[in-house]
Nanobody, 123 residues
């Protein structure tokens, strides 16, 4: 059974940093597309960043240059390093995984999801 456990959220001031983690269980992690999504109150869920099995990445324009996605296949873990955080980054952040191509931060059907970790940025 596939399980994703995301963590690392918290409350920071504008300009601060956080690192999110997502540990995967129950599947061949290294071959899967892994991605981060977020959902702010009253807004639709949106893709943030992705990384495929080869290490190729995609980013939403608003986070490019501030956020960095990475993965450690030996630890079955996906990371999202978030720097220069802004109040508009406040959201519940979710990791997702799927085995399909292409790999991007566009939501795919039949993805597996973590339960989310809250990020709150105050001005």
């Amino acid at each position: 059974q596939v399980q994703l456990v995301d963590s690392g959220g918290g409350s920071v001031q504008s300009g601060g940093s956080l690192r999110l983690s997502c540990v995967a269980f129950g599947y061949t992690y290294a071959t899967y597309c892994m991605a981060w999504f977020r959902q702010a109150p009253g807004k639709a869920r949106e893709g943030v960043a992705s990384m495929d099995a080869n290490g190729d990445t995609t980013y939403q324009d608003s986070v490019r240059g501030r956020f960095t996605v990475s993965r450690d296949n030996a630890k079955n873990t996906l990371y999202l390093q978030m720097n220069d955080l802004r109040p508009e980054d406040t959201a519940m952040y979710y990791c997702a995984a799927h085995p399909f191509h292409p790999c991007s931060h566009v939501e795919r059907r039949n993805s597996h999801w973590g339960r989310g970790t809250q990020v709150t940025v105050s001005s």
